[in-house]
């Protein structure tokens, strides 16, 4: 029984260990993380060992310690927005709560209890019920509730502590070094900009997309059916954590709005562009997702529909490598904060190819083909025309982000102003862009 | 310019009340939400009027008018979560902080804070760390936050307050005091369960695709072109809430958890199985989400394709309201907590549609079809096909959940053992179902 008992604490361990390593692995940042919160909160506590410091703060100093552990979080935007609300809430709800205690004195100590209990219901529900507004939650949530905390504290206490108003000053003194000490902290060491996160994220997000395109055509057509095996096909899965990832880029975007101005960020940096391509990738993926469903059924219909199949391969791939291109193209130079319209080669390319495809469509002899059998070959079709607008659309929303970001031109052969892209010699196409 | 001013504040003032009343009419219980605040913050206050109370605490009752304010939560399994948490957690912190205070002063009074200040920087970091673990940050994130904070204050404040055992047993007893009256007023007055909430929104999301999918048909071929004005088309638009709801769904299945049995809910009702469903239900989603896109390019293509359309209308129309009616019912039966297999009717009628589809799209004439016009038509049939296999894997995960949480029988035409469906008599159909 014993030897299984640690036989089995055994593999817990082995387990944790192995999870413990993934999710440092993942993302090393959060060791390092980890080791700042350690740090902040060793720096306040200084505030208890020295007794010069201590003597200025007393008990109090425990609310910094307090509020390094509240206020600490991952990124820099959520740790500044965290930190400005609490200090922005503690200065007005101390305030308020102090001229509430001393309304309430003047009507003796007998009133005094009740008036305060009356303004500490009233305030609270008001405030707990502003935290339902959707633009509040969104930016002041911890504000609110930081307000309510504070006002009830200091009107409360006030009726056994008669020094209001030192009390409120010494816990917004605390609460903003405390704050203070969190932001340095974070902000200094390895910070981790939830601005660049978001940025990356989208950028991946059309990367994904571009593979899965890129790649359909082979899958679909099964081009390469002999090295089956040693492929990686994560490729195929990857655009599915697009699918629900509204929520996560609508807090990213929240939060960045704190940060200040870092690396090629501005402080009023377009956030709600990304959502917008955040959006509009979404809607390709989705497609995408259709188009899947279409690959994982492949076997059952590969053989009977294999003859329609071949007649659109061409058309169908170059539309998949076109579309996917364009996409890795869009991800690739937002990533690296270029202006630059060379996508628009790849979506025209795949443009062309639509219209190749159209026209097989209608040149296809039908007399021996079987309906039903080309129903899903259709829907593909359908499908990639549908990416190709798609995809367009991703396009402009991303030319929107470089004019209103003011990404960088250092593609040489494009001139934005003009809206006219001119390729190197050699190439066919001169390609006049109008919209 | 005053007059402007004071009509620009009105303005302000007019839609900050037409945006209250909407917040409220919403969900009336965000009005009885911000009361119950209230009332629990003045009860915890009396801590400070009564002086027997007082005299109990002294100014750590400060500590249950903040674990009010932090604690009380929109839900009830929100709400006992979070004060679990920080019960246990300001428990086994306490106690440890004390024990890392003891083992300090061994050391004597210079060694004492050094030796204090590396026991709470590895414990915050390794901690802080922990809080990454995904299965951690889902049930115990705010547990893991009061650790460190207890930790932390206890040991720290130990360097200035003797009594460290002292006070960490008033700090446990304050905050016990603080949760346990947030969770009476929470569980109380008005309870809101959010496991009934995502009981809700589950059945809700069927109901919305079922509204789709039985309106589709009329809305695809136009059946009721006159009356077009005066309908409400909002039911075209509802299922795009499943889309993005995965993330939620999951916040509420966690917070499900913690809530006691209530209703017709037991302890441990099978949250998971929900997650399973509204999975299935955002797949049919996303398949909805591509039809959508065919109804709104609709006014492009009606008069190409018409004749095509017209010949598969009754058994797309067919297919559309037979799958729909089979999503509302499986949704009207989880809502009401019914076992019933009368679903199953739908979904046969939907596969038999889905044959006579297949068989009208076989013996169609080709020779003048446009095949491009088709296109569209063909995709539209094959994402019913679709449709009809994910409405069929809805029915047996809403099955499944039957059978887990152990829904009432109340369909005496169904027996679940024998798995036969038996209809009245006078309805045309006998069917055994065998799986």
């Known amino acids: 029984m014993e030897g299984s008992a640690s036989h089995g604490l055994g593999q817990w361990v082995e387990k944790v260990v192995e999870r413990t390593k993934k999710i440092g692995r993942d993302d090393p940042r959060r060791i390092i ?17 020295f007794k010069p410091l201590y003597d200025g703060f007393g008990v109090n ?12 979080e991952f990124s820099v935007g959520a740790t500044l927005g965290k930190g400005f609300n609490r200090m922005m809430a503690t200065l007005l709800a101390g ?46 949530d911890y504000g609110l509730l930081i307000f309510i905390l504070t006002f009830s504290l200091v009107s409360v206490s006030g009726y056994r502590d008669s020094q209001v108003l030192k ?29 660049q996160d978001l940025h ?52 990213m975007a929240n939060l960045a709005k704190w940060e200040p101005c870092h690396g090629r960020f501005r402080f009023r940096h377009p956030w709600k562009q990304y959502l917008k391509i955040g959006s509009l990738s979404r809607e390709c993926a989705y497609k995408i997702e259709a188009l899947n469903c279409y690959l994982n059924s492949n076997t059952t219909v590969q053989t009977s529909n294999i003859e329609m199949k071949r007649r659109v391969q061409e058309s169908c791939t170059k539309i998949g490598k076109g579309t996917g291109k364009a996409l890795k193209e869009l991800g690739s130079t937002t990533r690296k904060m270029r202006r630059s319209r060379s996508a628009d080669l790849y979506i025209i390319s795949s443009k062309t190819a639509g219209e190749e495809l159209k026209v097989q469509l209608r040149m296809t002899k039908l007399e021996n083909a079987d309906i039903l059998e080309m129903v899903t070959v259709a829907a593909v079709a359908s499908l990639l025309f549908d990416v190709v607008e798609c995809t367009q659309k991703v396009a402009e929303a991303v030319y929107d982000l470089a004019d209103l970001a003011g990404f960088k031109n250092t593609d040489a052969a494009v001139s934005p102003e003009s809206n006219l892209v001119q390729v190197q010699p050699g190439s066919q196409h001169v390609i006049t862009i109008s919209e």
Chains 1, 2 share one sequence.
């Open 33 to 49: 993380h980890a080791f700042k919160v350690g740090l902040a909160l060793t720096l306040v506590s200084l505030f208890y060992y």
């Open 61 to 72: 100093a425990m609310w910094a310690v307090l509020t390094v552990v509240v206020v600490f």
């Open 95 to 140: 305030g308020l709560g102090a001229g509430a205690h001393r309304l309430a004195t003047l009507t003796g100590r007998s009133g005094e209890p009740v008036l305060i209990a009356i303004f500490v219901f009233i305030i609270a529900a008001i405030v707990t019920f502003a935290r339902f507004y959707p633009a509040m939650k969104a930016r002041y």
């Open 167 to 195: 009390m409120a000053k010494e816990r917004l003194m605390t609460i903003m070094v405390g704050s203070c000490t969190t932001i340095l902290v974070c902000v200094c060491i390895c910070p981790v900009w939830i601005g």
């Open 200 to 251: 990356n994220l989208i950028a991946d997000n059309m990367e994904k997309l571009g593979n899965f395109l890129e790649g359909f055509g082979g899958e679909y057509f099964q081009e390469s059916e002999n090295d089956e095996s040693n492929n990686d096909k994560s490729f195929l899965q990857d655009y599915r954590s697009i699918l629900t990832c509204k929520n996560s880029e609508e807090t």
